[in-house]
T-cell receptor
Framework: ETGVTQTPRHLVMGMTNKKSLKCEQH?????MYWYKQSAKKPLELMFV???????ENNSVPSRFSPECPNSSHLFLHLHTLQPEDSALYLC???????????????FGEGSRLTVL | DAKTTQPNSMESNEEEPVHLPCNHS???????IHWYRQLPSQGPEYVIH???SNVNNRMASLAIAEDRKSSTLILHRATLRDAAVYYC???????????FGAGTILRVKS
């Protein structure tokens, strides 16, 4: 139990569906992250939020839309995905995202997404 | 970001020490060296970090070369639960945006 909870753990969707992944952290952290882990590839950083403001967007296609309504919750809205978007999506949080922090991230267990 | 080089895989016997090496020859003077591991079917978890001095915690020890161009993660007595992918990650001085490489797959034999 890391204090970061992701739902759903597994999701199967068609290319025309709209779905959302949810992440919640109970650690009092100010920064939250989305990472993507495809088969046989390293983790890729997708988005970084600090105090509910997006501070990083690593050239992610617009079919992925993040939302951070408060510092405890992070969503990833999915629409018109492609089969190659099938992957494990990992959420993480840290005390802050900048300035003097040592960078310890706490990860959730991930949401396994399959796009048919 | 500093580039890292780690062995693709290593094997260890249970109850024996394991030394996982990492080369980071382009590390900047203010980068911390972090180690994370990812157990099967789980998200990565923090193991240890350091800047210049060797570090110990309940999970592992981190030995950092004097020139900081390499480091070694030491598991003192490997258990089957330590089988995982181990990532060595130098971090930028001003952020926590960790960039993961391929890591080292550690297999532990009983």
């Amino acid at each position: 139990e890391t204090g970061v909870t992701q739902t759903p753990r597994h999701l199967v969707m068609g290319m025309t569906n709209k779905k959302s992944l949810k992440c919640e952290q109970h650690l009092g952290h100010n920064a939250m992250y989305w990472y993507k882990q495809s088969a046989k590839k390293p983790l890729e950083l997708m988005f970084v939020y600090s105090l509910e403001e997006r501070v990083e967007n690593n050239s992610v296609p617009s079919r992925f839309s993040p939302e951070c309504p408060n510092s405890s919750h992070l969503f990833l809205h999915l629409h018109t995905l492609q089969p190659e978007d099938s992957a494990l999506y990992l959420c993480a949080s840290s005390p802050s995202s900048s300035g003097g922090n040592t960078g310890e991230l706490f990860f959730g267990e991930g949401s396994r997404l399959t796009v048919l | 970001d500093a580039k890292t080089t780690q062995p693709n895989s290593m094997e260890s016997n249970e109850e024996e020490p394991v030394h996982l090496p990492c080369n980071h020859s382009t590390i900047s003077g203010t980068d911390y060296i972090h180690w994370y591991r990812q157990l099967p079917s789980q998200g990565p978890e923090y193991v240890i970090h350091g800047l210049t001095s060797n570090v110990n915690n309940r999970m592992a020890s981190l030995a950092i070369a004097e020139d900081r161009k390499s480091s070694t993660l030491i598991l003192h007595r490997a258990t089957l639960r330590d089988a995982a992918v181990y990532y060595c990650i130098p971090t930028m001085e001003y952020g926590n945006k960790l960039v993961f490489g391929a890591g080292t797959i550690l297999r532990v034999k009983s």
